[in-house]
């Protein structure tokens, strides 16, 4: 029997001999490699945070003490010595989340994921325990050095140190990059501090010495290199830096040296003030594979052989990232002044390509959002186009630079949002589900949703010539859908995808929904129901020739991946009561709640969005009578065949 089935709670840790402890992290280690690659998840930085995450369990007494993940991808470790091990359905519906999640464990505080919020919440935390007698508690945050580039940590940092009588420990995992290689000033700072040849010669030299003197030695070795780091800190420019927020600093410590983590987080939990334990740390560690993979060191994989790393999905379909990433370094080619920005999100956005063809033109803001969308304002004002690619749920992060910075401004600057509806697996805080209902209340903004390839390549050629307001390309997770002809375009530019003669329901398909509306029709069709279906391209204004089809028909069904509450569905219905139009209307989107991890056809089938419930509830209320207008005669029992589908068949 291995040493992790006997680990069930932190307090199992408590026994263990460091040659147990070290056992234990390389079984963790086989069980991350060997399980992760079944389901696919967060594989490179959980490989990275073993030792840092055991000491940390030894150290401190969860959840009586608490712990906040900044980012959550890097908590399967913590899962497991929570007694967390069955992950055969990670990040599957019924499964283990891949982020923190309350419903799971009392050992999880923080589920959101959104990077750089971690030492606000621990803030927080660590008041209320002052305030509430709790004084003996401890709030432990695992910070990714990522998280360090957004600007909310340093906000937490300044109120942090404003009272230093709290207890509170920030551990930076510092492996030099959050998702990919972390970039910027702090960045650098970090980097010069894990390659300063002073710290190795220091670490080397005196590890030679105690190894010399043999195994109480280096016993010894372990146990006082923290300390003597964290007092040698003093004189460096970590020191300099960190005494200036009147923070302590303790490091840089080797966070797979598992003993000398727990060495430097006891001084922490003893010093009874805030405290920051910087740990440099390998992604990928152990795994040969992460190791080879020098875009992200496996930061996340799908299904994978464990022996090879080599991906076991052999789809050869091109995603929507890729056919951005392609369409945008042509762009560049043919346009000057198109210059890309992104979060850290540089390969997994599309914008690498870009960036290999013109490395001056794209920048990597690091984990700053806002940053990101009031710096594109600039470059706009200084006679560039930016294109802004960030997922669609980060988007939301960045709303008041949208509106007050960019759209006041009238900027021309257009923002791709990768990763739009349901996304699935990541679970409620990376669903891209908000943009549409969030960004349509910005005045002036076009909001455009491809349905397939060759509409993405076509709108994002149309907005970056905008060049007086912002304007937004959104796209799903995965491979693009199959091509959609249009039987017909109208004058503003909506593609009306199939119709017949007789007019009972027009369908207003919002990007990839383009498919299931024509399923839907199909259904209709058989209940002997007329249907249009068609795909505005721009969504957002809503398109007159969409009023004017409206004008014609029983019913408008609008279908969105995205939250009905305030989306296009509604801002549908608006337009249509201005314009004077009672034509009823059924907007069909996702609820206005936290959905959690499943497949993306499991989720929208739970919201009611799937072809056959559509249908259904559609027929019910046209053959039920609850409509206003009776339906147009035809002579005929069934209705016209539709005229036009998937060019595909």
Do not use: C
């Amino acid at each position: 029997m291995t040493l992790l089935e006997h680990i069930n709670s932190p307090r199992d840790l408590d026994g263990l001999s460091t040659a147990e402890v070290e056992q234990l992290a390389g079984e963790i280690r086989q069980f991350l490699v060997r399980e992760v690659s079944k389901t696919g998840g967060h594989l490179g930085p959980n490989l990275g945070v073993v030792e840092l995450t055991l000491a940390i369990h030894r150290v401190f007494e969860s959840p009586r003490d608490a712990i906040v993940f900044d980012t959550g991808h890097q908590s399967y470790v913590h899962k497991l010595l929570t007694g967390r091990k069955d992950f055969s359905r990670l990040r599957l519906a019924g499964g283990l989340a891949g982020y923190p999640q309350r419903s799971e464990s009392e050992h999880d505080i923080v589920e959101s994921s959104h990077a750089s919020s971690s030492l606000s919440w621990a803030d927080g935390i660590s008041k209320a325990f002052e305030m509430t007698g709790q004084r003996d508690r401890h709030v432990i945050a695992v910070v990714g050095d990522g998280a360090l580039t957004g600007g909310m940590t340093w906000e937490a940092l300044n109120n942090i140190s404003d009272d230093n009588t709290r207890k509170l420990i920030v551990v930076v995992n510092d492996n030099g990059r959050s998702y990919a290689p972390t970039i910027g000033g702090m960045a650098r700072f970090l980097n010069s501090v894990r390659t300063k040849q002073g710290y190795r010669e220091l670490h080397l030299s005196s590890r030679r010495a105690f190894d010399r003197l043999g195994s109480p030695a280096s016993s010894f070795y372990r146990g006082v290199r923290g300390g003597l780091h964290g007092f040698l800190s003093r004189f460096t420019d970590n020191e300099a830096l960190y005494s200036n927020l009147d923070i302590k600093y303790v490091g840089p410590i080797d966070g797979h040296d598992e003993q000398a983590m727990e060495e430097a987080l006891r001084q922490a939990k003893d010093y009874g003030a805030p405290v920051i334990v910087h740990a440099i740390t390998e992604k990928g560690r152990g795994y040969e594979p992460a190791r080879r993979d020098i875009a992200d060191q496996f930061h996340a994989v799908g299904q994978i052989d464990p022996e090879t790393g080599e991906p076991l999905d052999s789809s050869s379909k091109p995603s929507w990232t890729g056919v951005f990433a392609d369409e945008l370094a042509s762009l560049a080619a043919a346009r000057p002044n198109l210059v890309g920005i992104t979060a850290a999100m540089l390969r997994p956005t599309g914008l690498h390509k870009m960036a290999e063809r013109f490395p001056s033109r794209v920048f990597d803001v690091g984990i700053a959002e806002q940053h990101a969308a009031a710096s594109a304002a600039g470059l706009a004002f200084g006679g560039l186009h930016p294109v802004v690619a960030v997922y669609a749920t980060f988007i939301n992060r960045a709303f008041d630079q949208v509106l007050m910075d960019v759209a006041l401004h009238k900027a021309g600057v257009t923002f791709v949002l990768d990763r739009a509806g349901v996304t699935g697996p990541d679970g409620p805080s990376h669903h891209g589900v908000w943009d549409l209902a969030i960004l349509q209340v910005v005045p002036g903004i076009r909001i455009a949703a491809p349905r397939d390839a060759e509409r993405l390549v076509e709108e994002l050629r149309e907005a970056v010539v905008v060049d007086d307001a912002p304007t937004v390309i959104r796209f799903p997770k995965g491979s693009v859908s199959a091509p959609i002809d249009a039987v017909r375009r109208t004058a503003d530019g909506v593609d009306v995808l199939a119709e017949t003669s007789q007019q009972d329901v027009l369908i207003v398909t919002v990007g990839p929904m383009a498919e299931t509306g024509l399923a839907v029709a199909e259904r209709l069709e058989a209940q002997g129901i007329g249907a249009t279906v068609v795909d505005p391209r721009w969504v957002v204004p809503v398109p007159e020739s969409v009023i004017e089809l409206s004008r014609e028909h029983r019913l408008v069904v609008s279908l969105e991946d995205g939250i009905r509450v305030g989306g296009v569905g509604t801002r549908i219905r608006q337009d249509l009561r201005r314009a004077g139009v009672d034509t009823a209307v059924t907007e069909l989107g996702l609820p206005d709640e936290f959905l959690d991890h499943a497949t993306r056809a499991e989720i929208l089938e739970r919201a009611g969005l799937s072809a056959q419930q559509i249908a259904r509830d559609v027929t019910d209320m046209v053959l039920g009578s609850k409509l206003p207008h009776a339906r147009p005669a035809t002579g005929e029992t069934g209705a016209t065949p539709i005229i036009a589908t998937r060019a595909d068949r």
